[in-house]
């Protein structure tokens, strides 16, 4: 399926085609409202709107889901969609209850040059062949509908299992989902196996992949805004405090002696600001055509990488962001801002910002007008 660009389908032709698709399979759909979400399902494409089930009263509907800011969520493939869109009321189709819903003038990528990686993936046992022909054992770190992670069982060298590897690997992800096929060995860190699935995966068992993966992420998001909640509230989007056509430095978490350190390294380049190292500051950020966002990094805690993990998602692909670390491995950031595809993994405490400064200067000086 092509695309207008990149990050976005604007194609009428495309937009429908994709919506009959998912409606043929009554692939899972996630409506969204500022307040609420509501777990449904595709159900029939239309002229003018498509239906998806309605799970929820005629009172409810109308309540919920005429106010301004709806959205739909759903997988396609490696990809995740989200789309606006607005309720054209009620109906019936395939013989259920429907809501009718405005067919989106766009289709976002949620997922932008990379499919959504699931890190909190149980005990799976996985195995797989080594270069000699030899069967290994491991357990899944995570995976996508493009690859795997695999920590090996037994101490790996060389002859084993080397990068760009062809080999067979077995993941029993769940009783209905079993991949069994070749990959290609991407990445190789001691006993930590990346791997690409190569021939992609497709049909029936790249959809149900999919459709787990999106629900995974889902749920993580809402668990995330669950412990968010809790903490500290948001900064207001006035808290930078600068013109939307003002370039920016972002600092997401640390404290005021880190910002006062960074304004210091980044004298002449645009200006520094900190905001908390939530959702709603990644959003603000995120809204910027010209900034670089530095994640603060204090703990390399399973947790708190998970929480970074989820946190940074919005931003992959489509806004520079670099990891800053105090008091953590350098190597450790380092590995962390290529599993994240950050641009730059990095500590204060062993260069004193100097690749930082060089990083700032290269981006802001190809920016128009900087």
Same mark, same amino acid.
């Given at each position: 399926?092509?695309s207008?660009d990149?990050?976005?389908v ?6 429908r085609?994709?919506l ?7 692939e899972?759909?996630i409506?969204?409202?500022?307040? =609420?979400?509501?777990d449904?399902n595709?159900? &029939?494409?239309d002229?003018?709107v498509?239906?998806?089930?309605a799970?929820?009263?005629r ?5 919920a889901?005429?106010? /301004?800011g ?6 396609f *493939?490696?990809r995740i969609?989200?789309?606006g869109?607005?309720l !054209?009321g009620l109906?019936v =189709? ?5 809501l009718?819903l405005a067919? /989106?003038?766009e289709?976002?990528n949620?997922?932008?040059r990379?499919?959504?990686?699931v ?7 996985v195995?797989?062949?080594s ?12 995976i ?16 084993d299992?080397?990068i ?6 077995s993941i029993p ?5 079993t991949?069994?096929g070749?990959?290609?060995v ?7 196996? *990346?791997?690409?699935f190569r021939p992609t995966?497709?049909?029936a068992?790249l959809?149900?992949l999919?459709? &787990?993966?999106?629900?995974k992420?889902?749920? !993580?998001?809402?668990?995330f805004?669950?412990?968010?909640e809790?903490?500290p509230r948001p =900064?207001p989007r006035e808290?930078?405090d600068?013109?939307p056509?003002v370039?920016v430095?972002?600092l997401?978490g640390g404290g ?5 350190r ?5 004298? *002449?380049?645009p200006?520094?600001?900190?905001l908390?190292?939530?959702?709603q500051g ?5 809204e ?13 805690d ?7 993990a989820?946190?940074?998602?919005p931003l ?12 953590v491995?350098? !190597?450790?950031?380092?590995a962390?801002?290529n599993? &994240? ?6 500590t204060?405490?062993?260069?004193g ?5 060089r990083l700032a200067? *290269?981006l802001?000086?190809?920016?128009p007008?900087?």
């Open positions: 399926m092509a207008d990149n990050a976005f604007r194609n009428p032709a495309v937009i085609d994709t009959k698709r998912v409606c043929d399979r009554n899972l759909a409506l969204v409202t500022p307040n =609420a979400k509501f449904l595709f159900l &029939w494409l002229q003018e498509f239906h998806v089930t799970t929820m009263s009172d409810e509907a109308l309540f889901l005429k106010a /301004p709806l959205k739909v969520r759903f997988p *493939g490696p969609f989200s789309a869109t607005r !054209a109906g =189709a395939r013989g259920r209850r429907s009718r067919i /989106p003038e289709l976002e949620d997922d932008f990379r499919a959504y990686r890190e909190k993936v149980g005990r799976v046992q195995t797989f062949s270069r000699r022909y030899e069967l290994l054992r491991g357990s899944l770190v995570n996508s509908t493009g690859g795997a992670r695999v920590f090996a069982g037994q101490n790996l060298g060389d002859e299992v080397q760009d590897d062809e080999i067979h690997v992800l769940t009783p209905a989902i991949i069994n070749r990959a290609r991407r990445h190789r860190r001691g006993n930590s196996v *990346g791997m690409e995966l497709h049909g068992l959809d149900d999919a459709r &787990w993966t999106f629900q992420r889902e749920e !993580a998001l809402a668990q805004l669950e412990t968010e809790e903490g =900064a808290a930078l600068l013109a056509e370039p430095i972002g997401l005021p002696e880190l910002e006062a960074l304004r210091e390294l980044f004298e *002449g380049l200006p520094v600001r900190r908390p190292a939530t959702v990644v959003r603000i950020l995120g910027r055509a010209r900034v670089l966002v530095l994640c603060h990094v204090a703990s390399l399973p947790d708190q990488v998970r929480r970074l989820i946190l940074l998602e992959r692909g489509k806004r520079p962001f670099a990891l800053l670390g105090e008091g491995e350098p !190597a450790r950031m380092m962390l801002a599993d &994240w595809e950050a641009v730059l993994g990095t204060l405490d062993r260069d910002g100097a690749p930082l400064r200067q *290269g802001f000086a190809q920016e007008g900087s």
